[in-house]
């Protein structure tokens, strides 16, 4: 599996959800895997809203955490321990928070959670920690 882009970005609700757009556009994606944990409703009804004024349709998978980063990590640390993820080009943000995690709630890791769950989707499908 390989990790192309890191387009994290700390904006208003309408500015995230107009730059995964794009980003789900460009990359010709299947869906947009969004954490309703903060939030619920309001993420996916902001991304939908957006993408409506866009003239796009999106789709939308909602996922909810129900145990802690650090047990979302571990069988993604195991694929990368592996070889079996690699990051095509340098993310210095996100290789940053990568080389500093240590799954305590409450860190600022936004773009080690936005690749956990992306490897998640990805490779465990809907049989790990998401409802």
């Not at 789709?59 to 079996?84: F, H, I, M, Y």
Request: aromatic letters at 6%; one cysteine or more.
């Amino acid at each position: 599996m390989s990790v192309l882009k890191d387009a994290s970005l700390r904006g208003s609700p309408r500015e995230w959800a107009a730059a995964a757009i794009r980003e789900y556009l460009a990359f010709g994606c299947d869906a947009l895997v969004a954490e309703v944990n903060s939030g619920g409703e309001m993420v996916e009804t902001t991304i939908q809203t957006v993408a409506s004024e866009m003239g796009v349709q999106v789709n939308v998978k909602p996922v909810r955490a129900r145990e802690a980063k650090s047990k979302r990590a571990e069988p993604v640390s195991a694929l990368a321990e592996t070889g079996r993820i690699e990051l095509v080009g340098t993310f210095p943000k996100l290789e940053a928070q990568l080389a500093k995690f240590s799954g305590v709630n409450g860190r600022r890791d936004d773009r080690v959670d936005a690749l956990l769950w992306g490897v998640h989707d990805l490779v465990f499908a809907d049989s790990f920690f998401c409802i």
